[in-house]
């Protein structure tokens, strides 16, 4: 038995995730990409609010703004690279891309 990580060696991570599993990859996919642009949407919306209406202009909402960014910039790097990962039967990840 190895009782080191013998995965950090190579120059990838490998990726285990719940698309190579499923039962309905194509289903899973769908709802995923559908969450995907509701989230988009939603954060986006959020964002134009706060900036646009004075009222908004609390530190609260400045808060609200940043985590919305935040989940914004989040779900716009980790969503696609998951989809297209899995549409090119890809399950492995760069030191460099894990760690941007």
Do not use: H
């Amino acid at each position: 038995m190895e009782l080191w990580n013998s995965s950090t060696w190579g120059s990838s991570f490998i990726l285990v995730g719940i698309l190579n599993d499923s039962g309905a990859p194509d289903l899973l996919c769908a709802m995923i990409t559908f969450l995907y642009m509701l989230a988009l949407a939603s954060n986006g919306l959020l964002l134009l609010v706060i900036t646009t209406d004075v009222r908004l202009q609390v530190p609260m909402y400045f808060l609200l703004g940043q985590l919305s960014l935040v989940d914004l910039l989040f779900t716009s790097v980790v969503t696609p690279k998951t989809l297209l990962d899995y549409l090119r039967r890809e399950n492995s990840i760069s030191f460099g891309g894990c760690a941007l």
